[in-house]
């Protein structure tokens, strides 16, 4: 039994130390900021990203609005975090977690055609890319 074990634990090892997440529509980590372009429709933007991470409808103008955002974020945590105390001053420095997010925000007129889209980008820990 105890030859069993030993083959996992670097396997496990190496999978801890790898710690990796992400959520969302991975498709927008490489979207440009100009992209949609603002003749895109709210069926041809579906049909590209598929279902919205949230979806608004409210009225303006007594005309309704629809706002539709997609999301994306991954985080990694420095492999350094699991060495014993060393790692404790890695947290402390604030490298232990590198964090990146993106989101779309497109707004949509009744005819669904868009109105406006906006992009926005949160990024912490030790990635140094604008």
Not at 22 to 41: F, H, I, K, Q, Y
Not at 107 to 112: H, K, S
Request: charged share 15%; net charge neutral; hydrophobic share 45%.
């Amino acid at each position: 039994m105890m030859r069993q074990v030993v083959p996992i634990a670097p396997a496990l090892l190496v999978l801890l130390l790898s710690a990796c997440a992400s959520v969302g529509n991975e498709s927008l980590a490489t979207r440009e900021a100009d992209w949609p372009p603002l003749t895109m429709t709210q069926v041809e933007l579906l049909k590209e990203l598929g279902l919205p991470t949230v979806h608004t409808t409210t009225v303006q103008d007594s005309k309704t609005v629809t706002v539709l955002t997609w999301t994306y974020a991954r985080a990694e945590s420095n492999p350094a975090l699991f060495i014993p105390i060393v790692g404790l001053f890695v947290a402390a420095s604030g490298k232990g977690v590198d964090a990146q997010s993106r989101g779309l925000t497109v707004m949509f007129d009744t005819d669904g055609a868009m109105k406006s889209r906006t992009w926005t980008r949160t990024q912490t820990g030790i990635t140094t890319s604008p």
